[in-house]
């Protein structure tokens, strides 16, 4: 190989281990390998994929503009912790939007798709022995997405787009945390598709969704394990579950 050509190839095996890296810690903490405010070892990583560390800090660069890396100044990259204010702002407004697009979209969900949530559904189900938080939630999104989806007002369905991508960027799965909630989850799907299926009024299929859409977020930030935030304190004026038919 001419050194002309060595260094022309140089940026492209760069990048190739730059993506090698991106893939594998980002796969991890999604994983929940890696946990929230655990320090990444640049190093050992590049070991791990054969590289130095130059593009490993390159995929740390990737990963922090997605809200998934903090690093700081002789502290070194960490995984970032749950921003519970963010993920509480996010499902809240998901909760709205998600609620309106699915109501509208009801009429023409047609019988194939309302089987095919049936049946994604019931996969959940049957994952629960033996739990898969990551399985579970990859789930769940295609579920809700199937169901929004053919929302005849596409700036409505925009923003429940753009939620689920804010939401991508806040958690890996809240359901590694609050594991008995997937059970009840479930339980409501069911629920939403009877209704839909039974040709249920707009607004009772708009707070079911809405319903569901908040109990996981009251869930988990209430789970057993956690102190008191000032998310909470702030909150705590407003009810935050919306009351409705569920």
């Known amino acids: 190989m001419s050194p002309a050509t060595a260094t022309a190839s140089a940026p492209t095996e760069s990048a190739s281990k730059s993506q090698i890296a991106y893939t594998l810690l980002h796969d991890r903490i999604v994983a929940g390998e890696y946990a929230p405010g655990e320090r990444l070892v640049l190093s050992r990583v590049g070991d791990e994929i054969g590289a130095s560390v130059v593009p490993v800090r390159e995929a740390i660069r990737r990963l922090e503009a997605e809200g998934m890396v ?45 089987a095919t949530a049936r049946s994604i559904n019931e996969r959940m189900r049957e994952i629960l022995e033996d739990f898969d938080p990551v399985e579970f939630t990859r789930l769940n999104e295609r579920f809700h997405r199937l169901l929004s989806d053919p929302c005849p007002n596409s700036h409505l369905a925009d923003l429940v787009d753009r939620g689920w991508k804010r939401l991508s960027h806040l958690r890996s799965s809240t359901f590694r945390y609050v594991p008995g909630r997937a059970r009840d989850s479930i339980a409501e799907h069911a629920d939403i598709l009877r209704r839909i299926g039974d040709g249920a009024s707009a607004i009772e299929i708009e707070l079911a969704v809405r319903h569901h859409r908040l109990a996981t977020p009251h869930a988990y930030l209430h789970r057993s394990d956690r102190s008191p935030s000032p998310v909470d304190i702030a909150a705590s004026a407003v009810p935050f579950i919306v009351e409705g038919e569920s």
Do not use: K
Not at 72 to 84: F, K, Q, T
Not at 95 to 103: D, F, Q, R
């Open 70 to 114: 903090t690093f700081e100044r002789n502290v070194g990259a960490r995984v970032a912790e749950i921003d519970e204010h963010a993920y509480r702002e996010t499902m809240e407004t998901l909760s709205i939007v998600e609620g309106a697009a699915v109501s509208l979209a009801a009429p023409f969900i047609a019988p194939r798709d309302l």
